[in-house]
């Protein structure tokens, strides 16, 4: 029988492979703000974009966040439009991020951008190749990042000043912590992206051919039961060695132990050197997990021209050879309140105020609940998040006790926080389901914007204070 012509179907269902549906806001019955917010984010992007949907589960937050991206891409600033984009595709290829290089491809040529650039990192121009060393170290090792790095940039034929340097370091750590969010949210591809459709007749014949690199972000859930995925061969890793047969703690006995440490610290007092200490036991602790398997190393040609040097990756920070060379990076001696925010403010208009907005809103954002549980204050939780994050980047927060990560964080969610703040690319829908089994998905989301959060504020403090030392 004719079977007529080929229509194609879409290949996933709904903007996240991780996060169904049905927990997210219902676009038919949203109350005003979360409306006018998703308005807005269609008039940015021309599309209701999937990244959007799925943080509108927390409107006060993608506020601030559309807010900043639409200033760093399209508002007043040193970088012509059409570079913007262009360092944006760059960051994402570290991570393999094709949902974040298609829909930047296509900014880029709405910005009128030259077409021809589109073929990869050799067609740039010098100006933007120059800036592929610093997009790499702070994308994996961003201790490894000094004054010389900005030094090379403003010198030379092709240099950069100052204020476009910072505008780019912004752009970059934004990017490559969104794709942290992307691939820990499972983010789908945007159906008029390549791979974001798929003939249906075809789609077992394909199974057994290797998929591109366009499909590594994780395969949405009904691949994974016809034995699809991004690669045939290697449908999903294995259970990460550091976590197999752990069981989760409940999340009565988590507010347990947060009541505890409530109760505790108010009489208690540790010495600097004993806080020491207990930050470098969690930071070696980091250090052992295993990290996620790697996936195939076929990078697709569309995103691999525009990578260079791809097994430079993540190093755990506690292994980074002389402790003398790269020593801890403390708080105390350089903050975001006290120095990083006046400076990227001082050099590129304004972001420092955006920037420093969205960071307070990820930090503080809560509804005191967890899992079916009200009236919780979740404060030590998500504390201990944000600076177990940032302590894989090697950064200590002085006053803090490091005791409580291990309190309040499962090895198992330590794993998956690892995975996706480390090797984003690698995290997988068995990674997002098997931690806080009992939470609700709106709360893995939150946990997933501090990960975007606490991450790019590592990037961007290690990133200003080497201006800070090229400028002194």
Not at 45 to 56: G, I, K, P, T
Not at 87 to 114: P, T, V, W
Not at 235 to 256: A, D, F
Not at 435 to 456: C, D, G, Q, Y
Request: charged fraction near 25%.
């Amino acid at each position: 029988m004719d079977r007529g012509l080929s229509v194609p179907e879409p290949a996933f269902d709904g903007p996240s492979a991780f996060v169904p549906v049905s927990e997210l806001p219902d676009l038919n019955s949203l109350d005003e703000k979360t409306h006018i917010l998703l308005m807005d984010a269609f008039l940015q992007n021309n599309r209701l974009d999937h990244v959007s949907r799925v943080m509108a589960s927390h409107p006060s937050y993608l506020e601030h966040f559309l807010r900043t991206q639409h200033f760093i891409l399209r508002g007043d600033g040193p970088l012509p439009y059409d570079y913007r984009h262009l360092i944006a595709i760059m960051a994402a290829g570290r991570h393999q991020c094709s949902y974040l290089i298609n829909l930047q491809k296509g900014e880029f040529l709405l910005q009128g951008g030259d077409s021809s650039w589109l073929q990869g990192l050799r067609s740039i121009p010098g100006k933007l190749q120059d800036l592929y060393e610093i997009n790499k170290i702070l994308a994996h090792r961003p201790w490894l990042l000094n004054k010389t790095h900005i030094e090379k940039l403003t010198k030379g034929a092709d240099s950069w000043s100052l204020a476009e340097v910072v505008h780019a370091i912004v752009l970059l750590a934004h990017f490559h912590s969104l794709s942290s969010f992307v691939f820990s949210c499972g983010i789908n591809e945007e159906l008029d992206n390549v791979s974001g459709h798929h003939y249906i007749e075809n789609a077992k014949d394909n199974s057994n051919n290797k998929q591109p690199a366009k499909d590594m972000l994780t395969s949405s859930p009904k691949k994974m039961q016809n034995g699809g995925g991004k690669t045939d061969n290697n449908p999903s890793p294995p259970s990460s060695p550091s976590i197999v047969g752990e069981q989760e703690v409940g999340v009565e006995t988590l507010m347990e132990r947060m009541k505890r440490l409530s109760e505790k610290s108010e009489s208690y007092k540790i010495t600097q050197e004993e806080l020491s200490k207990r930050f470098e036991t969690v930071e070696s602790q980091s250090a052992e997990l295993a990290a996620a398997p790697q996936r195939s190393s076929i990078l697709d040609s569309d995103i691999g021209h525009f990578i260079e040097d791809p097994t430079f990756i993540y190093q755990d920070f506690a292994k980074r050879g002389q402790l003398n060379d790269i020593p801890t990076f403390r708080v105390q001696d350089y903050s975001w309140d006290d120095h990083g925010y006046s400076l990227v403010n001082r050099l590129y208009n304004d972001v420092g105020n955006l920037l420093d907005d969205k960071f307070k809103t990820a930090y503080n954002l809560t509804y005191y609940t967890m899992g079916t549980h009200n009236k919780v204050d979740t404060s030590r939780f998500r504390r201990a998040i944000w600076n177990y994050i940032q302590c894989m980047f090697g950064i200590r927060h002085d006053d803090y006790d490091y005791n409580e990560v291990n309190q309040l964080l499962e090895r198992s969610l330590k794993t998956f926080i690892k995975s996706a703040v480390c090797y984003p690319e690698r995290v997988t829908k068995r990674d997002y389901d098997r931690v806080m089994k009992e939470f609700k998905h709106s709360e893995k989301v939150h946990v997933n914007l501090m990960i975007l959060e606490a991450r790019m504020q590592a990037e961007l403090l290690y990133a200003l204070r080497a201006v800070m030392r090229y400028m002194t």
